[in-house]
């Protein structure tokens, strides 16, 4: 199994519309972070979980030609804005596209991309096919078992995926016993490192060094990083040798 990083930045990405900082103003590559999302390749099919606003970019920047499904962490708009861009997809590929969320987050997609399930269909719509599902109840996508559990942003649910070895958390601030005890055993870990600062809704970096250590997984990787992080290699210079920042593009073999 392959995982790629299409985006690893916050909602507004990185760099922020008109911030000057040091982040945002930075040369480095790395500190241009693109909406949070992941791409899965496995032996039989080509997964993304989350298609935020950067989703059709990061699909041409990694050139992918090929995909079977959408998973949803959430409804938040840096999370399902791309949805739209599965398009190509389906009149090339002459395929439709499985889409796996949770009830919740089906009621999103259909305010906000009403016109894909509405009574008169016009030519060019995308083409994807809704399937339920529950937290705590695995599913399978060809050979792949996948797991799904909640964990909390705030007071909004979060829907996590394991994947054999492979755990992907976004938008965490807290994690039940239930759902660590999916988590632990994890090889690779990700998670959510928004910023220094203490925040309502997400893992501030040290909560995430902590919860990291907790886990204990062979290597965690951060995602879902603001500018107010910091640099990108000033922090990562700073981390346990078995925690890194992940970064737009990074691809990571299991």
Known sequence: MKVTFLGTGTSQGVPV??????????GDKKNNRLRTSILIQTDDKNIVIDSGPDF?????????KDLDAVLFTHEHKDHIAGLDDI?????????VIDVYATERVQTALKREFYYIFADTKYHGLPQIKLHTIYNGDAFTIGENTILPFEVMHHLLP??????GDFTYITDA???SDASFNVIKGSRILVINA???????SHF???????????VGAETTYLTHISH?????NEVENNLPSNIRLAYDGLKIEL
Do not use: D, M
């Open 204 to 214: 501030t970096l040290n909560e995430a060094k902590a919860f990291a250590e907790k």
């Open 228 to 232: 107010n992080l910091g640099l990108h």
């Open 56 to 64: 059709r970019y990061q699909l041409l920047r990694e050139k992918v």
């Open 173 to 175: 601030k807290t994690v």
């Open 158 to 163: 979060i829907t996590g995926y394991r994947i």
């Open 194 to 200: 928004l910023q220094n600062e203490p925040h309502i």
């Open 87 to 95: 398009r190509p997809f389906n009149y090339l590929l002459h395929k």
């Open 17 to 26: 519309i008109a911030c000057n900082c040091e982040v945002c103003t930075s």
